[in-house]
């Protein structure tokens, strides 16, 4: 073929995605083998059939055609009413753009906040995409680490350190993969260092309806931080419509408008009966949000209760979010070397945390997405084997090395 641009084949970067297990697990699936999957952040219930029939009337009504490009208004005011009722910022149909899912969110708010050759902050751990959708706006990705040991929340220091010249800071609490919900103290630091570098802060808040313990803090609703957060929201999780791609941005009216260009480019636009489908979604209020987080809730309980019955594997402080983030690290192991062994003793597929970068090296991400008693048994074996592997190796430390 004919050369393709350098920005398109510097996507993925370099080196392996980490996703090596992924596709073990899957191939295995295939093959017929009965695999627990805790990988992906999917729910294990599928849409609400009432959801899909309020989309199928839209579309039978005739919402078939070209939709309004920033989002049809009934769907920029439910947006604007939900993020007004979350975090008391007044918000009105002027601050949103509606777009194809968070991640197409993400991908257009790096559109925005610089021009190619610039830097673009992210912390690490992260949500896999994230260093791949800033190289895709031809930004340079910088990471900030977000240690273990200061629970994976990312200290003043290190941001400030960073700071200097970049253009932009993207945030993701309540956190995937970590479960980690972003303390008052850390969201007003992220605030003081974006004001003193001049950064956008991206605000990645597609997990804000599962919230388990503490509260979810929007960094936008900050003094002066509204002028400054794009903030990333999706129907995805918190109506389990990962399916329907339905996301938005909320952000300065200015940023909206111009953001309205980039789709009137890109997507052009949103189907109109998947729009409607979410108002109808929305239109359903909290309650049904904290229904559809419930599952979460439960199994996060569970997990609670395992680990505190263990002291081999330790876990990230698990505030929200549908994840676990599991120290395996006393069994001598890499995330990967003990996913590795977890898939093929026990036939249960995680996530190594070195698939989401080098500050969760050791570590496993489990999601909480089979049901219940499922769930409980999987985990309670997860601790059997590394309890096993850590003792063997107690014993041997030099075999295991
Ligand atoms: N951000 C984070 C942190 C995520 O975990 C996900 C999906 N797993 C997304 C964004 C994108 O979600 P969607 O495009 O489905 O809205």
Redesign the pocket.
């Given at each position: 073929m004919a050369h393709p641009s350098h920005r398109i084949r510097n996507i993925t970067g370099d080196g392996s995605d980490g996703w090596d297990l992924f596709y073990r697990a899957k191939d295995l699936i295939r093959q017929g083998v009965a695999v627990t999957e805790l990988t992906?952040?999917e729910h294990d219930v599928k849409t609400d059939p009432a959801i899909l029939d309020a989309m199928h009337g839209a579309a039978k009504a005739g919402a078939t055609g070209y939709a309004s490009i920033p989002g049809i208004p009934e769907l920029r005011a439910a947006v604007a009413e939900r993020a007004q009722r979350l975090t008391g910022v007044p918000t009105g149909p002027e601050n949103v753009i509606v777009t194809p899912?968070?991640?197409?969110?993400?991908f257009a708010a790096h559109q925005f906040v610089g021009d190619p050759g610039e830097r673009a902050l992210h912390v690490d751990p992260y949500?896999p995409?994230y260093p791949g959708t800033i190289r895709a706006a031809g930004l340079v990705p910088v990471a900030v680490t977000a240690r273990a040991e200061a629970g994976f929340e990312p200290t003043e220091e290190d941001l400030r350190a960073v700071g200097p010249g970049a253009r932009s800071l993207l945030v993701?609490s309540p956190?995937?993969p970590t479960g980690v919900i972003y303390s008052d103290r850390t969201l007003e630091a992220i605030a003081r260092v974006a004001a003193e570098h001049d950064l956008w802060v991206i605000s990645?808040e597609?997990?804000d309806s599962q919230v388990w313990e503490g509260r979810h803090l929007s960094p936008r609703a900050l003094p002066g931080m509204a002028e400054r957060t794009l903030v990333?929201g999706?129907?995805?999780?918190s109506h389990a419509m990962?399916g329907s791609?339905?996301?938005w941005i909320i952000g300065p009216p200015e940023a909206a408008d111009l953001l309205w260009d980039l789709s009137t480019v890109s997507n052009y636009g949103i189907p109109g009966f998947i729009q409607e489908a979410g108002v109808f979604a929305l239109a359903q209020g909290p309650g049904y949000e904290t229904g559809i987080a419930e599952p979460f809730r439960r199994r996060r309980e569970i997990t609670q209760r395992l680990l505190s019955g263990q002291d081999v594997v330790r876990a990230a402080p698990q505030r929200g979010a549908m994840y676990a983030m599991l120290d395996v690290r006393a069994t001598g192991l890499t995330g990967e070397g003990f996913a590795m062994r977890l898939l093929d003793e026990e036939r249960i597929a995680v996530l190594p945390g070195e698939s989401f970068g080098q500050a969760s090296a050791g570590h496993v991400r489990i999601a909480m997405t089979v049901e219940d008693r499922a769930y409980e048994d999987a985990l309670a074996r997860i601790m059997v084997l590394a309890q096993r592997i850590a003792a063997q190796r107690a014993h041997f430390p030099a075999e295991i090395g």
């Open positions: 992906i952040g899912g968070g991640q197409a969110a993400l949500y995409t993701n956190n995937n990645d597609v997990y990333v999706s129907l995805s999780k990962t791609r339905l996301g």
